[in-house]
């Protein structure tokens, strides 16, 4: 539905604030009922009055088509839609890679399977050839693990494409195997099975993780035009839903939205705040900071 109302103000103070009402449609996966009660008015808009923000969702939810309902978004199967679920053993090869991220950036490796002699290498007492060892081991699980994220990335894209339009909030199960801490099915497909501790790969930005744990934790994501997926976020023990949580990441989803719909400055880096907020990297608090506020009303730019 993507409605975005402009209402400017001047004060007698002269001071000029923008009040924006912005409306989404909701959609949901099936079974995924997380947004149905979260993203409504009612309890998304106490979050926007600090900012003269109005929020407006469509009355119903959409529920989508069961092949449209994957369990992982990231791997939606490009070539062919209808799978729904990609293989990475299937995909796990010979390949030539270029390295993306950490201290081997920009070199290439033709496999990401290391050879038996480079893990009996890889605990030798010879330092020297220990350190050859890991080094071509850790540049193959880097190769492995960017391979995962690409393909990750375009899945996801993809599947955002082909399932909902612009201006719609969707509730999903989980992004990706190595995104989701709550998916508790992961497969060994998933996985080298390796347990040395000095083995790390780069994952996004500069963060540094074992191949085979999580890469990290999505719980929603924006992009652009006003798609915003959600992901079921659950509390253990009972596995029942985190309201609380899952309100606060539609927000954040939902600024982030506001980029494209109207004029506003960033927050910081990556569009994120760089002290506690709403809006900071992890969304570490429940209600916007004063200068979060201020760019939303256009007292910032």
Not at 288 to 300: A, S, V
Request: charged letters at 20%; one cysteine or more.
């Amino acid at each position: 539905m993507t409605k975005t109302l402009l209402i400017s103000v001047w004060f007698a103070t002269n001071i000029f604030l923008q009040c924006y009402s912005l409306g989404f449609d909701r959609m949901r996966m099936v079974g995924q009922h997380h947004i149905d009660e979260n993203a409504s008015e009612a309890n998304i808009q106490p979050y926007f009055n600090a900012a003269f923000v109005k929020y407006e969702t469509s009355p119903t939810v959409t529920e989508m088509a069961v092949e449209q309902s994957v369990k992982y978004i990231g791997l939606w199967d490009t070539t062919a839609p209808g799978n729904q679920r990609q293989n990475w053993s299937e995909k796990k090869a010979n390949v030539n890679h270029m390295i993306q991220r950490g201290p081997h950036a920009r070199q290439t490796v033709t496999t990401e399977i290391p050879t038996p002699q480079e893990w009996i290498d890889s605990e030798s007492v010879n330092n020297l050839v220990k350190d050859i060892a890991r080094t071509n081991i850790t540049k193959k699980a880097q190769a492995w693990a960017e391979r995962i994220m690409n393909e990750n990335l375009a899945s996801e894209a993809q599947w955002v494409i082909d399932n909902f339009p612009m201006g719609t909030i969707v509730a999903i199960e989980y992004y990706h195997p190595k995104f989701n801490q709550e998916a508790n099915d992961v497969t060994d497909e998933w996985n080298i099975n390796l347990s040395y501790e000095w083995l790390k790969v780069y994952v996004r930005n500069t963060r540094t993780r074992h191949p085979d744990g999580f890469f990290g934790n999505l719980q929603g994501t924006s992009y652009g035009n006003g798609r915003i997926t959600i992901a079921k976020v659950t509390n253990p023990p009972n596995g029942e839903i985190d309201d609380l949580l899952t309100r606060k990441n539609i927000v954040h989803e939902v600024v982030h939205s506001t980029k494209d719909l109207f004029k506003r400055a960033e927050f910081g880096l990556g569009d994120h705040s760089t002290e506690p907020g709403l809006m900071d990297p992890q969304g570490t608090q429940h209600q916007f900071n004063t200068k979060e506020i201020k760019i939303l009303r256009g007292m910032q730019q």
